[in-house]
Nanobody, 126 residues
Framework: QLQLVESGGGLVQPGGSLRLSCVAS????????IGWFRQAPGKEREGVSCISSSGGSTNYADSVKGRFTISRDNAKNTVYLQMNSLKPEDTAVYYC???????????????????WGQGTQVTVSS
């Protein structure tokens, strides 16, 4: 059974940092691009970042560029999202998804990804 499990969320003050993890079970991530998405209450799921299968190509939503960094460790079957300089508007449930291809599209759209996990809550508040 293909499954992704997200973890690492929590409550953090503005300006703080968190590192999210996305671990795959039931399949190997080596051949697939992985995306991070987030969904705030009352809003649609939005793409945050994507990383190609090799890790050699990444892209980010404009709202997180320069603050978030996506990376992967294929040996651990894990993709990470390092989030720095967090803002209250980053508050959301964060999900990772797998794309059925090795490369990332220019527009990280949730329709191109699947095998969603349960998500991890990130709350940025003082």
């Amino acid at each position: 059974q293909l499954q992704l499990v997200e973890s690492g969320g929590g409550l953090v003050q503005p300006g703080g940092s968190l590192r999210l993890s996305c671990v795959a079970s039931g399949f190997t991530l080596d051949y697939y691009a992985i995306g991070w998405f987030r969904q705030a209450p009352g809003k649609e799921r939005e793409g945050v970042s994507c990383i190609s299968s090799s890790g050699g190509s990444t892209n980010y939503a404009d709202s997180v560029k320069g603050r978030f960094t996506i990376s992967r460790d294929n040996a651990k079957n894990t993709v990470y999202l390092q989030m720095n300089s967090l803002k209250p508007e980053d508050t959301a449930v964060y999900y990772c998804g797998v794309r059925g291809d090795y490369w990332c599209p220019g527009n990280v759209d949730s329709e191109d990804f699947g095998s969603w996990g349960q998500g991890t809550q990130v709350t940025v508040s003082s």
